[in-house]
């Protein structure tokens, strides 16, 4: 999908200052910065938090493309554009077998109806509330609901509200990144890992998107050695 052009409230975000900083820690890190590039700008999100919460509830333990498709069949179901999640009080009146037809497990059905119904309860903030509350309170009032984990609200930190400084340590991506990065045997704990990430604050969430990148290179790595 094609990013708005920013505005005034939508401010163009640059990563240059924190690809300069994690260049600087080690030679891993500055390899894997040169190999990568700065990070692309972005444009800050307008949606609200209930949004993104079930769009990041579809993409658990999923791969990207079979989430998409399944959010596609989703917002079908209403009169929504292609980008958008349906209000929560549209979902609300939907039919939980015809939410569970998109592709959408059991589990995740009651999770996305639970989402919408704390969002007109008011236990998912508005995004201008959103704005006014520091991550802890994010996560302890976001991780009250139904299937909402701690990840899933990292996620709308780092995707959704831009938090600079937020390393997911039970992702599993970022663990990997961080084991091919250092050419490890095993990946690192969570623990242990937010101990060594640390030393990348106050620029978490960008080194966190330079392990996925790092993942996404073996991985393109070993279709090449398939393919030759």
């Not at 039970?170 to 937010?194: C, I, M, N, S, Y």
Request: glycine share 4%; with cysteine; aromatic share 6%.
């Amino acid at each position: 999908m094609t990013s708005p052009l920013p505005t005034a409230t939508q401010p163009v975000l640059e990563f240059r200052a924190a690809a300069e900083f994690l260049a600087a820690l080690d030679s891993d890190w500055a390899a894997l910065v040169d190999a990568v590039g700065v990070r692309p700008s972005v444009s800050q999100s307008t949606t609200e938090p209930y949004q993104h919460l079930i769009h990041a509830i579809a993409h658990q333990q999923l791969h990207g493309k079979a989430a998409e498709a399944i959010l596609k069949r989703f917002k079908a179901l209403y009169s929504v554009d292609a980008d958008e999640i349906p209000s929560a009080a549209a979902i609300l009146a939907t039919a939980p077998d015809l939410i569970r037809a998109c592709g959408f497990s059991t589990t995740k059905v009651a999770t996305i109806m639970g989402i919408a119904e704390q969002t007109i309860a008011g236990t998912v903030p508005t995004r201008a509330e959103a704005e006014t509350l520091d991550n802890d309170a994010l996560i302890t009032r976001l991780t009250t609901l139904r299937g909402v984990g701690r990840w899933t609200v990292e996620i709308f930190l780092m995707h959704a509200l831009h938090r600079p400084d937020i390393l997911p340590v039970d992702d599993f991506g970022v663990r990997e990144g961080w084991r091919l990065l250092k050419q490890l045997d095993t990946q690192p704990k969570p623990k242990a890992l937010a101990m060594i990430g640390s030393a990348w604050s106050p620029h978490r969430s960008t080194a966190a998107w330079y392990l996925w990148r790092a993942v996404d290179r073996a991985k393109a790595a070993q279709r090449e050695q398939v393919t030759r």
